[in-house]
């Protein structure tokens, strides 16, 4: 640049026209800012600035360097302008995103009696593109083909891919087919069209066709192919292309691989996309980006962090997905001092500027159960979109804070936002957690208003609102909306809301209309239809579901609970080992979970013969567990055994009765009738609650004792 400046001082006297312009011309491919403005700072000292040759010259330089601001200051100087200065102008608007602004220039243009070139409509069709303005666009084509520039093969090319960006198949086929001659980049086009609209099997069906008609698929046509495979699973006809690569030699190619790995993860062959990413020579951020997708899929959040560890050692910078990726990963394995560190790293590297990673940030926090971590993110970053609020949302939504919630629905729309079927979503099930049936059937309007209400997420929450909150003829009639449902969430949502509000026939109904769909139960169901069958004493279909429970794996801890308490619910005694096979690493909630099974059957012996093998085993029962077991005597009734139970707890384990072991032993005695006995308890306690006195109140009414009541 200082050569450039001393060139330009060396220039003998005042330079004519000329000579700037030929310097200029010599230069003007730099794309070198500093230049840009020193050669505008000398023009303008000369008083050439007017000049129709060197403005011309001036404007597409500055659209070049990116300085909009100054091309259009040249611009609106100039007497006459060229048509290389209305489409460089153009080419600036577009290329800074403002399609519209560069769509507006086109009449002024031809009010100007400039006539625009095959560029021009290149830039156009290229920012009806970018808009996917399907109006505009036609308007655009119409002019094309009234000025015969349809025949320009690039120009008709763009248009194809113009009206596949407006997600207009069929204009972009007609387009294609008018061709007077048609070459690869044209079918190209067309495939990246349908793969881009998830018209996976157009794709397919044009690749062949263009092969039958002389033209070999190039790495283009490789890539929407497999791109066509990803959107639809098509796992055999990837595996195909993937052979065909290999054997032309284009798996050399980075994007290639990267397209590849992409299909598998989609496809959920993580073990292929792991093959094709070891084999490459020197991955990109984008091949390690892939892979961590296809980690995340499989819930392997650790594999994402280790991933992220030997990218920095192989020197490969992450990039914003990359980050958003690793935060996912921390979220999945409830990793908070890993996303702390991870945060620190974003904010070192600047990228916490990006609403997208902010966003992810604030979703980490949250699933880390670090709300205020969460909230104060929020509150620092820079632009708080519809995104960011979502995820804030979410975060109270997911910790059962509703409300504070809809507070932040409320805030967002006072800022103006709009608010999208994600944010619907998500403050319909906090108005389902919190019951909150006012604002929930407000919100339900709302979303049919706007049209959400057909979208499957969306669809689900009503659901699962309308569950929560008990009002099931609405969560049954708007489930029926919705089918076939092929997610097994929803059906949950409506099974749970059932045995919730005691209509378990209908569960196990809808229970096994689910299986005759086809759909795999998940854990969520088969814990919720084992307490349907509990609460009904349906002991043989429990039976059958407890074998089905097995032959799908889907056994663990947390089901084993479940089947005891159904067992238990059924009267029958089950073994602790059904719980789990190693009794020695069971943890407490296990034990209490068996404890009171025994204790909801009478079978005191096992109570306590359970309560000492715990003991033998390092745990010792905490209040939790007793309080489990002493509420299940007195609904049972077993006066003695509770007795018993509560003495064990104070003398043998030392532990001192809160305020709901002394409610569970006023309401065992008062069951019993024993008032004297609950009298005593009521003494004995430090404080009484407004319970205590209840439990007390409603057992001297009962017993027609209104008056010392």
Request: proline share 2%; aromatic share 10%; charged share 20%.
């Amino acid at each position: 640049m200082e050569t450039t400046i001393l060139s330009m001082e060396g220039l003998s006297g005042l330079p004519s026209v000329d000579e700037m312009l030929s310097y200029v011309q010599e230069h003007r491919k730099a794309n070198d800012p500093v230049f840009a403005l020193q050669i505008h700072k000398q023009v303008t000292a000369y008083g050439l600035e007017a000049r129709t040759e060197l403005g011309n010259y001036l404007v597409p330089i500055f659209v070049q360097c990116g300085r909009m601001n100054d091309a259009l200051q040249v611009f609106h100087k100039l007497a006459f302008r060229k048509e290389y200065t209305w489409t460089s102008l153009i080419q600036g608007y577009v290329q800074s995103g403002n399609g519209k602004a560069a769509l507006d220039l086109l009449p002024k243009m031809w009010e100007d009696n400039v006539s625009p070139s095959h560029y021009t409509y290149l830039a156009l069709v290229k920012a009806c593109s970018a808009m996917g303005d399907l109006a505009r666009a036609k308007e655009v084509h119409a002019e094309i083909v009234q000025e015969g520039f349809e025949v320009d093969t690039f120009v008709s090319n763009a248009l194809i891919d113009m009206y596949a960006k407006c997600s207009s198949l069929e204009e972009a086929y007609d387009v294609f087919e008018g061709l007077s001659s048609v070459d690869i980049v044209s079918w190209n086009t067309l495939i990246a069209g349908y793969a881009d609209n998830l018209f996976a099997e157009k794709a397919f069906r044009c690749q062949e066709q263009m092969q039958t008609q002389g033209f070999q698929p190039d790495e283009l046509t490789y890539l929407s192919c497999l791109k066509a495979c990803s959107t639809i699973g098509a796992i055999e006809k990837g595996q195909e292309l993937h052979y065909q690569i290999v054997r032309r030699e284009l798996d050399q190619y980075p994007f290639i691989c990267n397209g590849l790995i992409d299909m598998y993860v989609k496809c959920g062959y993580l073990k292929e996309a792991l093959g094709v990413f070891d084999d490459m020579l020197d991955p990109d951020v984008v091949a390690w980006t892939s892979i961590m997708a296809g980690f995340i899929e499989h819930s392997l959040g650790d594999e994402v962090i280790a991933c992220l560890e030997r990218m920095l050692i192989e020197q490969v910078l992450p990039n914003e997905v990359t980050y958003i990726y690793a935060l996912k990963a921390c979220s999945i394995a409830k990793k908070a001092v890993q996303g702390q560190e991870l945060h620190s790293e974003i904010v070192k590297r600047g990228f916490e500027l990006d609403c997208m990673v902010g966003s992810s940030v604030v979703d980490m926090y949250a699933k880390c159960s670090l709300l205020m971590e969460a909230q104060k993110t929020f509150d620092q970053l820079p632009v708080q979109d519809t995104v960011s609020w979502n995820a804030i949302i979410s975060a109270y939504v997911e910790a059962g804070l509703g409300r504070q919630g809809l507070e932040n629905f409320e805030k967002l729309q006072s800022k103006g936002l709009s608010p999208n079927a994600s944010t619907f979503a998500c403050v319909l099930r906090g108005c389902g957690t919190i019951g909150a049936v006012n604002e929930g059937l407000k919100l339900h309007g709302h979303v049919v208003e706007v049209g959400f209400d057909s979208l499957l997420a969306v669809g689900h929450s009503i659901v699962y609102f309308y569950s929560k909150c008990g009002w099931l003829t609405e969560a049954l009639e708007e489930f029926s909306k919705l089918l076939p449902i092929e997610d097994v969430q929803i059906w949950n949502s409506l099974i749970s809301g059932l045995v919730k509000y005691e209509d378990c026939e209908k569960a196990l109904f809808l229970f096994a209309c689910m299986q005759e769909q086809g759909l795999l139960p998940d854990n969520g169901t088969f814990s919720t239809i084992l307490k349907a069958c509990g609460k009904t004493s349906t002991l043989e279909f429990g039976r059958r579901l407890h074998s089905q429970i097995r032959s799908s794996r889907s056994f663990d801890s947390v089901m084993g609970i479940a089947l005891i308490d159904m067992y238990s619910r059924c009267g029958v005694v089950v073994d602790k080992h059904l719980v789990h096979h190693q009794v020695s690493t069971m943890d407490i909630v296990e034990w209490s979970a068996i404890i009171t099974s025994y204790a909801r059957l009478g079978e005191t012996d096992l109570v306590l013969t359970a309560l000492e093998e715990m003991r033998e085993n390092g745990l010792c029962p905490n209040e939790i567990t007793f309080l489990s077991v002493l509420s299940t005597c007195a609904h049972a009734g077993f006066l003695e055994q509770g007795q018993k139970y509560y003495d064990c707890m104070r003398k043998e384990f030392g532990i001192a009765p809160t305020m709901k072991h002394y409610n569970c032993m006023l309401d065992l005695f008062i069951r019993a009738g024993q008032i004297d006995n609950a009298m005593l308890i009521l003494e004995e306690m430090p404080m009484q609650d407004h319970a205590s006195w209840a439990i007390l109140f409603g057992a001297y009414t009962d017993l027609g004792n209104e008056k010392v009541a």
